[in-house]
Nanobody
Framework: VQLQASGGGLVQPGGSLRLSCAAS????????IGWYRQAPGEQRKLVAH???????NYADSVKGRFTLSRDNAKNTVYLLMNSLKPEDTAVYYC???????????????WGQGTLVTVSS
């Protein structure tokens, strides 16, 4: 299973960015898929993820500003980030918990990080 992330970049405070994460491979089911982020000197933290049921969880720090959506046909999730703040600056990592067609046991996968910089 591969997670392909895209969409990071430099944006001014108050601006918007959209991140995409596409899962590919021998996927049987995706239990959760979403985004974590890691700022310099800090631990990696959950930003938002969506469960197979459709339930979405957000970190308190992004509620009301970030929206996670998914396209099940494409195994892709999109993180729309509005009203960005300098403290949102971090490397964002796509994450998914997946069962494959070869092995139904759930495995956690990580995509490559994409840097989001919020600065004037």
């Amino acid at each position: 299973v591969q997670l392909q992330a895209s969409g990071g970049g430099l944006v001014q405070p108050g601006g918007s960015l959209r991140l995409s994460c596409a899962a590919s491979g021998s996927i049987f089911r995706i239990v959760t898929i979403g985004w974590y982020r890691q700022a310099p000197g800090e631990q990696r933290k959950l930003v938002a993820h969506i469960r197979s049921s459709g339930t979405t969880n957000y970190a308190d720090s992004v509620k009301g500003r970030f929206t996670l959506s998914r396209d099940n046909a494409k195994n892709t999730v999109y993180l729309l980030m509005n009203s960005l703040k300098p403290e949102d600056t971090a490397v964002y990592y796509c994450n998914a918990v997946v069962g494959t067609t070869e092995d139904p046991r759930l495995v956690e996968y990580w995509g490559q990080g994409t840097l989001v910089t919020v600065s004037s």
